[in-house]
Structures are given as C-alpha cells and as structure tokens.
C-alpha cells in the first residue's frame, strides 16, 4: 500500500480535524491510523471501507462495487502426445486439460479455441 495522508476538515468551526494515514511502516500495509486532538487509533483498512459502505446511499455503494463482470466456463479437452524419449518411444501420453473460456456476452456459447 502507498503511504497516504487524507485530512478531513471539521466543519464544526471548532478545529477539531482528522487525520486518516495509510502506509506509515512497512508492517501496517493493512491498518489505516485515524488521529484527532484526542489521541490516534488504529484499524483495519478494510473496517475503514465498511463504514463508507454502510453510510453510503444506494448510488454510491453502486460505484464502489465491481461492475466488470465476465461469465467464465471451462472447457475440457484431452490432449494426446506422442513420446520420443525417455517414456516409451512411439506411446501416446493422453492428459486432460481445463481451460478457462469467457463466455461471449452475445451468446450464451463458449468462446471457440483454436485447434
């Protein structure tokens, strides 16, 4: 995580901002520290991004939500090699594979690979 430094500014009048930091060492990559006049504590970015989901209204909880979804199926296909050395000259080696495949937003069909 890049060290950052946000300063939410009380507008109150009484001066009393927060400062919310990211990044401060090496070992706080997860933990975002909040400081007021009062002290400074700790928490888990993650709690952090609760909150502003939870206080968020229905459109802006929409903006933070992954919108770039993509269908993904899996296509099996088995795979037949022909050994040269040390296996046993001249045997097939038959190995199944799965491959993932986006599914075309059009059709419902796996894409087609190439054979």
């Known amino acids: 995580m890049e060290k950052g430094r946000f300063v939410l500014i009380d507008r109150s009048g009484h001066g009393d901002h927060v ?27 993650k709690e952090l991004l609760t909150i502003l989901f939870y206080i968020g209204d229905e459109e802006e ?22 050994a040269s050395k040390d296996y046993r000259q001249g045997q097939d080696i038959v190995v199944q594979i799965e491959v993932p495949v986006e599914m075309s937003e059009q059709k419902s069909q796996p894409v087609q690979l190439k054979q």
Do not use: D
């Open 61 to 82: 909880r929409q903006s933070m939500v992954t919108k770039n979804l993509r269908s993904i199926t899996y296509s099996r296909r088995e795979v037949t090699f022909k």
């Open 19 to 45: 400062i919310i930091q990211s990044g401060w060492s090496e070992k706080s990559k997860e933990m975002i520290r909040v400081t007021t006049s009062e002290g400074s504590f700790v928490c888990k970015r």
